[in-house]
């Protein structure tokens, strides 16, 4: 069956270091995969997209990757700060899932001044 | 713009009550969801719509049902609440083919 596995325990790091969270996934072919930040009590909010034939996209502090190979995402928090402290979810979206956008069930981060 | 808005934000129901979670988006989306949320779970898709009048079923469809009779509203129903439906639920919603997804405040339901 289809699979989304995100790193289950939290991640603590220290301020300025760099973050990575990981998405696996498993019996799919995804067309693109996003990444998406949530504060409690609210709703997922998105960052970025990554399509299939990209290998890497940055926006500011943040960097993902995406290896189809793999059937891996990695998501970089550079010089991270306790404001990014959040969970971070990762979905993916395929041709042929007819409009569904499937979501890992998130990492927890928190980052330490 | 107000986005994705939900209505209500709190319910308390118990068990055998029905109730109506109304989603609306001002984005002219044509893809609406509506997902719950409990600890440790993730979001789980419960039913979806590709379009107006159209609606699919998620991972987690038994016990609700939908309808998108305008393009811009998406309306849950539970026919007879049940403690396992206690959760928080997000409406979201996007264009195709690739649109970041939109979500709503959510809604916190405790069923006793």
């Known amino acids: 069956s289809q699979k989304i596995e995100q790193n289950s325990e939290a991640l603590n790091i220290q301020e300025g270091k760099t973050a990575t969270l990981t998405c696996n996934y498993t019996?799919?072919?995804?067309?693109?995969l996003q990444w998406y930040r949530q504060d409690p009590g609210r709703g997922p909010v998105f960052l970025l997209l990554?399509?299939?034939?990209?290998k890497e996209k940055r926006k500011e502090r943040l960097k993902v990757t995406f290896d189809t190979t793999l059937k891996q995402s990695l998501f970089h928090i550079t010089a991270s700060q306790p404001a990014d402290s959040a969970t971070y979810l990762c979905?993916?979206?395929?041709?042929?899932?007819?409009?569904?956008?499937?979501f890992g069930q998130g990492t927890e981060l928190s980052v330490k001044p | 713009n107000a986005g994705v808005t939900q209505t209500p934000k709190f319910r308390v129901l118990k068990t055998g009550q029905s109730m109506t979670l109304l989603c609306a988006q001002d984005m002219n989306h044509e893809y609406m969801y509506w997902y719950r949320q409990d600890p440790g779970m993730g979001l789980r898709l419960i039913h979806y719509s590709v379009g107006e009048g159209t609606t699919a079923k998620g991972e987690v469809p038994d016990g609700y049902n939908v309808s998108r009779l305008k393009k811009q509203n998406f309306l849950l129903g539970l026919e007879s609440a049940a403690p396992s439906q206690t959760s928080v639920y997000f409406c979201a919603s996007r264009n195709p083919p690739a649109g970041e997804q939109f979500f709503g405040p959510g809604t916190r339901l405790t069923v006793l």
């Open positions: 990554i399509r299939e034939n990209e």
């Open positions: 979905a993916l979206d395929s041709y042929n899932q007819g409009g569904k956008l499937i």
């Open positions: 019996n799919y072919s995804p067309a693109y």
